[in-house]
Every structure is written in structure tokens, then in C-alpha cells.
């Protein structure tokens, strides 16, 4: 059965390649078999209705799929519509936390990428179902804030059981798995034999599971050559590259994403004029991750001077336990609004077209006909009210694939 949306005060479809970021007010959008069937002005939906009611011939798409099958027909009570949210970046799967690392930074401890290894001991350390159960709570968290399509990596056990271990779990709950074994080099091991192991039998356990590679390449964690051989490794075994790069300082990571076509180098707080130049002349998108830098007291990316540039910026969380635990994007959205430079508009189009490119997606992330129908109903009268009230729980109701995701 199709559903005809209306009382929608605004509709943010990111489906008009003139104005990328525009609105249409009072809008209505039509859902068929899971799918956007057709968006528009509401009183078009009318007009096309109508027709089809009298008999004329109309070669709108929503005639068509209205009086191709019975129509449900649901009032938003003049509520603003935006696409499901796009998480190209989290690292759901770990046990423990790390709230102790979080307050101590908050009195100037700086972050270090060795935490890592805490949340590795946790992890190595919980059962299958103590980890599923962490996981889907933590997705029942997204999705209750408006995310529909999410990215999960590996990273939190560094052994090839155990990774595959990671891998296989967060397959449950996504088809977008990336393989972080390169996340940092695990205690006690000799780093040369960790990143032959990572190129190798590791990458032979996870890649059932697994569309992506991802590394940390940084201060602390891998160096360029290393990250490039391992990154090499993965594509040559089919998959997507990612890098998270540029998080703690200036470094090697963007240049090395753009080189390697990385589908996305993720943090990009620390950048040259280079960097930026690299990343404008490529495909590759910058994923800024603005909830780090509200937990590690960093400054936070200039999206501004990325996006004059002609850069493609991403949002996502992150969520982790160490560097940014939430799993928010309305706040990533407030983060880049009031920090980072970007319009309202902009930080939407970031946060669902910017996540769907970073992960190589046409389905989600807008609102265009053909589109998976991912809807995030707000309880507000325009997307605006995401940075305006920050911290308040605006999701009124969330669509994947046209069926409701939350409230459940
Ligand atoms: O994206 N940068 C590497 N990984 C995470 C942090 C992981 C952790 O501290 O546990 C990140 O910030
Ligand atoms: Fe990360």
C-alpha cells in the first residue's frame, strides 16, 4: 500500500541538484513498496489526486502511483521532514566504558590514542551476548535519534578470532562493516609481525563480514607506510577504503586517502592548505566528527574553509567510548552550526547526503524519487530547530524503508 505524507511544513529532499540544500514548504511526499514515489508542493498531491478522481489523465508520478493501488493518508500536523540520518562512523562494538578518561580530559589530561587498548581488555574479555546486547541497545539509541543507515568498524580486539569475532556481530546489524584492525598496535606484540597479521590472516577472517578497510593513521597509532601497505592489502581483497586521518595533528592521512581514492579520510581537524587542495581536486570526503572535539577539548574542523574550498563534507558521530560517546546526530548538526561555520542547510545535507557519499550510497541520504524511503519526522515546523534547541529530543518518528523504525 502506498502512503501520501501531508502537513509536512517543510520538506528537506536533497534531491534538487540546483539548490542542494533548499526546502519545499508545505510540502507532501508519496511513499510506494518502500520507496519515495514522488515529493512536491501539497497542493500539487491534491491537484494529482483530483485528477485521477475525475477521471483525467495526469502524467504526474503521484497520479500514477495513487491510482495504482490504495492510498493511506498521513497528516504530519505541519511537522518538518528531513532524510534519515547517515552514520558513515561509529565503532559500536566494545564493552566498558572509559567516563573516567572523559573527566580527567575535562580538567586538561589530553587525549591519547592508547586508550585504545582499555577498551580492548573489556572487550576480549565479554561473551558473544554480552556484546550483542551492548550493540542493540546502542542501535536502538540511533535509531530513536533519527539515524537509518549506519557504518559499525572492528578495532576493539586486535586478535584474528577476535576480530572476525567484531566483524561477525556488527554484520548482524548493518551491511556497512569496515574492518579496523589497524585501530593501534595491541600491547606486547612487535608492530612489524601486528601489520603483517593485519594484511593477512586477519583480513582472510573478516572479509566475509566486512564492505570496507579503514586505518588509524596518526601519532600513536600507524605510520604512513604502514597504513598504505595495509590499506593496499584490503583493496586488494575488494574493499572500500577509509582512513581515519589529521584527528591529532597535521599528518600524512589526507594525502594518503586522496592517493589511495579513499571513499572518505574521517576527522580532518588538523589541515594544510595542501590537504585541502588534495581533497578538493578528488572524489574522497571529508567526514568531520565534531563530537571529538567536544569530548577531547580539541578545536574543532573549519567545515567552512573545506566547503569554499569545493570539498564534500561529511557529519557522523564517531561513537565510541573514548573519544566521543554519542551516538547523536542532531548534535553533530548543533556542533557544526555553531562551531564549525556551516549553514543549517548545510550541516543537514552533511549529516545525510555527505554520510550516504562518504559510504558510496545513492538509496539513502535524500528524499528524491527511487530514494529508500528514510524519513526523520521532527517535532518542530523547520530543520532549523535542530541547532536551536540543542539537547532537546526533537525526533517525533523515523521511517526506514517506509515502515516505522521508532517509537517502536
Ligand atoms: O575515531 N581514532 C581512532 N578511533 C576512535 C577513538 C577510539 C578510542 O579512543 O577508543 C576515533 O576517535
Ligand atoms: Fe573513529
Known sequence: MATLFTGIAELTTNADAAAPTATIEDAALLIDAGRVAWVGAAADAETAAAARDSGLSSTSRASAAVSRSEVEVVDLG??????????????????????????????????????????????????????????????????????????????????????????????????????????????????????????????????????????????????????????????????????????????????????????????????????????????????????????????????RRLIDAGVTVALASDCNPGSSFTSSMPLMIALAVREMGMTVGEAVWAATAGGARALSRDDVGHLGPGARADLVVLDAPSRRHLPYRPGVPLVHRVYRGGEVLSPR
Open 78 to 303: 505541519g511537522r518538518a521532514v528531513i532524510p534519515g540520518f547517515v552514520d558513515s562512523h561509529t565503532h559500536l562494538v566494545f564493552a566498558g566504558d572509559r567516563a573516567d578518561e572523559f573527566e580527567a580530559r575535562m580538567t586538561g589530561v589530553p587525549y591519547a590514542a592508547g586508550g585504545i587498548r582499555r577498551t580492548v581488555a573489556a572487550t576480549r574479555a565479554a561473551t558473544d551476548d554480552e556484546l550483542r546486547a551492548r550493540l542493540a541497545a546502542l542501535v536502538a539509541e540511533l535509531h530513536a535519534q533519527g539515524t537509518t543507515t549506519f557504518e559499525v568498524k572492528t578495532g576493539y580486539d586486535l586478535t584474528t578470532p577476535g576480530e572476525e569475532r567484531l566483524a561477525r556481530l556488527a554484520a548482524e546489524v548493518t551491511d556497512e562493516v569496515t574492518y579496523l584492525g589497524a585501530h593501534v598496535v595491541p600491547e606486547g606484540t612487535d608492530r612489524a609481525s601486528y601489520v603483517d597479521l593485519v594484511c593477512d590472516r586477519m583480513l582472510d577472517a573478516v572479509r566475509p563480514h566486512v564492505r570496507w578497510v579503514d586505518v588509524f593513521c596518526e601519532r600513536g597509532a600507524f605510520t604512513e607506510a604502514e597504513s598504505e601497505r595495509i590499506l593496499r592489502a584490503g583493496a586488494e581483497a575488494g574493499l572500500g577504503v577509509r582512513v581515519h586521518g589529521n584527528q591529532l595533528g597535521e599528518g600524512p592521512g589526507v594525502q594518503l586517502a586522496v592517493r589511495m581514492g579513499a571513499a572518505s579520510v574521517d576527522h580532518c581537524t588538523h589541515l594544510t592548505d595542501a590537504d585541502i587542495a588534495a581533497l578538493a581536486a578528488s572524489d574522497t570526503v571529508a567526514t568531520l566528527l565534531p563530537g571529538v572535539e567536544f569530548s577531547t577539548r580539541q578545536p574543532y574542523p573549519d567545515a
